[in-house]
């Protein structure tokens, strides 16, 4: 390190203040000059700005954009968008992209797509679309991809690339690299070397790193690596981004029914799915729909919001008529209303606390059969706890805000009761709805919530009518 | 495929009727083996029981036992923990397995790990326990995890690996494949060469792929990759984890101030870090401690959700003492206390929806500078829609329900003002967190529901005092 180089702690604190405009994303002037430029229609410039950037930074750089303004931006630069560009392109707005390309650019694209890349491209589109990206392909390209489009949504098939690299069980290392060096076709980026015995069955796998340093005469068999494992293509992809992530997978060898091998996955898909049920979890569990963007139209928005509103509001019309059942209480005692949603909150946020957690575990499998009693135990235990503080802490505020004992004392208990019922809640429903075959990050967080307000209200009235009035 | 497998759709009903029991989580009767032979304290069954078994599914086994019963294992099977066990066994657990396992097995096991995985072994532990585990590594590796550990926490520097193979640039295809072949050591994996020049600046890299595929007498520079760019090892590791999934990278090389390269960091390694961002990004949204973990304790639960249940009853606290300013509106007309919660959790609910998609936006980097006045538009009008169809409702169903049209109407306005209050603060709160340094996952759900809770009953209770008293 020179003498005018800044220390560590300088570098941290320099990237702090820069923290809006890391080295990741396009730095804001240059978005403000791709602005103008498609404001002033001026293609040239645009080009000469959008030249050295990354597909998958012009990919988000058309995202942002209006869809005004970016019906203009595909007039000028939509001769530039190839492959790499279209496949880094969201979901949500893709077809409308595709929609406006012209033609000749759409089909060139396609061409230079990874199978992979054109069945997430095509497997939403309408027949007629899907027909015509098809007929731009070569043959073993369309056989490729309609046979990944044979297997289901959202399964190992539909995410493999069909070209792999493979070598006969029987080779040794100099067999397999003369191979390669005479070989004038091979996947753009591949790590490793797929074993396949003469019925195609995928038998290990080489990395090429070992290749490299191994004697010419070393059998390929030698030089397996032990983490081989084969993924059905009709394994579930959420499954395949686990397996990468568990065991360190760089790609893995996809097999059909018969065991044969019909592709093959590398990690970086795996990243994007894992990426994406990430998303799903997180937006589910608040309820938005989980194909929700920021690039969403407010019609779009109001569409996917709406239902898990319209859910909440039966919960809460529930809730509404267990008050209703206390009226003759409350006109009584109209401290009742004041404190009544103290303890349906705190009951719902304790809820919402449990059920994360029990969701999260589900997703990353830490969650299971055999540990499910223990979880449960733990759960109800810190319910009965949290309640137990909670209970005491509000017990004392309201003793001391109303001056009546009874009153506090009945606030107190209603809270250990609804934090013991909420921790259970939100241990148990997950896990019923998982059983079920449902998903737990969309259905838990009403049904928890419908619990801890029924139960909330009615602990408190309950009680406050028994002891008080 | 043959006539007697089974149709793809047969495959699909097959997968999820064995949902509980798929392919990469070890199989029940396994766990169920496993847990006996700890109980007979066989160690022998033990060893022939996880012998075949991956080093991830270990730790996950060990994870998953009580402390008492790990204890047990860990003296029937502490002797086969090695480097890899060790490396993927869970933080919350992993001090206490260390502090079980006999000196010359730790020494032995840390041995084997790649410096990244020693650096993330040790970055949390006491001067003490640290000194000695760097006493059991060589001179090279000990320099190389002391190194890592110079650079702040969370950065690039902690998670990169030391271990890089490089080339000089001028070199050809031929010299470099000769070298690798020469060398006896190289790291277990890698998947590319890095080039650098002679003061070790990182000027590209080529796949082994492609070094494989080409002549000879190619020039390295030839091969190189177009995704080529380095890491700072400052920094933060989320914005690694970003740019490994923006750019599909498989391995980049980090430098340090000077630009010269300091070691690499591999995808699997970023995708884990991707992992454990949204892990934290989820359990922040719920309020639980972004350490916790289902193997945590009763106490250290209760430890990690106490303080969101403590900032809760303050919000919970606030509402009551906006219902208490109403006391008396409430006591001429307590139909006021059974609807109020119905404004305060539509309120909540609809915030909730907003910030999600905001803090989601936030971490993906999809919401910027740029493009935040739209989405504020966006969820404002989004807010006012939502506040417009749930407002005739419930105040539709208010209508029927007391017979009172006036009641309804206020309800229904008081819902029109409190979701669109509850959009604009959804979006605005992070924002502003953010823009502060804060993390929006972490404070946003308080700053929303006190907002919400507070607006809704001041709405509410404030225009029917009003309007109907």
């Known amino acids: 390190m020179t003498d005018d180089s800044p220390t560590p702690e300088e570098q941290v604190a320099e990237k702090q203040t820069e923290r809006d405009e890391d ?55 939509g001769g530039e968008i190839d492959g790499e560009i ?4 969201d979901e949500s707005i893709r ?75 029987h080779w040794t290392a100099g067999e397999a690299i003369d191979f390669l060096r005479r070989e004038d076709w091979l996947p753009e980026q591949f790590y490793h070397i797929v074993l396949v015995d003469p019925r195609r069955h995928p038998v290990g796998y080489v990395t090429l790193g070992r290749l490299l340093a191994a004697k010419r005469s070393t059998p390929m068999r030698e030089l397996e690596e032990d983490s081989f494992r084969t993924i059905s293509a009709y394994a579930d992809e959420g499954d395949v981004a686990y397996a990468f992530n568990q065991y360190h997978l760089i790609s893995a060898p996809v097999v059909d029914a018969d065991d044969r091998l019909v592709g093959v996955i590398t990690i970086d898909d795996a990243m994007a799915v894992l990426d994406e049920e990430h998303e799903e979890d997180i937006l589910r569990l608040a309820g938005v729909g989980d194909e929700s963007s920021l690039t969403d139209t407010v019609p779009q928005t109001v569409r996917q919001r709406v239902p898990w509103l319209a859910t909440n509001i039966l919960t809460a019309l529930a809730a509404a008529s267990v008050i209703g059942l206390f009226e003759g209480s409350i006109a009584q005692l109209v401290a009742l209303a004041v404190l009544m949603p103290i303890v349906a909150s705190m009951g719902g946020n304790a ?74 809640a939100g241990i148990l429903v997950p896990l019923a709805l998982d059983k079920l075959g449902a998903d737990p990050a969309l259905a838990s967080p009403t049904f928890v919530t419908t619990v801890t307000d029924v139960v909330g209200f009615f602990a408190f009235l309950g009680l406050a009518t028994v002891v008080l009035l």
């Open 351 to 424: 809820g919402t606390q449990t059920l994360t957690v029990a969701v999260r575990g589900l997703a990353t499998k830490d969650l299971t059969v055999d540990n499910s009693m223990r979880v449960i135990r733990r759960e109800a235990l810190v319910g009965l706890l949290n309640g137990t503080i909670f209970g005491l802490a509000v017990g004392a505020v309201t003793y001391f805000w109303f001056g009546n004992f009874a009153l506090g004392a009945v606030i107190g208990f209603a809270m250990i009761i609804n934090l013991f019922v909420a921790a259970l």
């Open 95 to 169: 077809d409308e992209v595709v929609e406006q390309l012209p033609r000749d650019v759409l089909a060139e694209a396609v061409r230079e797509m990874d199978s992979d890349d054109v069945v997430d491209l095509i497997e939403d589109m309408d027949e007629p679309e899907r027909e015509e990206i098809l007929a731009a392909l070569d043959a073993g390209d369309r056989a490729a991809v309609q046979q990944s489009l044979a297997y289901p949504e959202y399964s190992a098939g539909r995410l493999m690339q069909s070209e792999v690299v493979t070598a006969p069980e």
């Open 23 to 77: 080295e990741f994303t396009p730095r804001r002037e240059l978005r403000q000059q791709i602005n103008e430029a498609i404001d002033n229609e001026d293609p040239e410039r645009l080009n000469q700005l959008l030249e050295p950037m990354h597909a998958a930074d012009i990919a988000d750089i058309i995202e942002h954009l209006v869809p005004a303004k970016r019906r203009i931006f595909i007039g000028l630069y």
């Open 86 to 89: 279209l496949s880094e392109i």
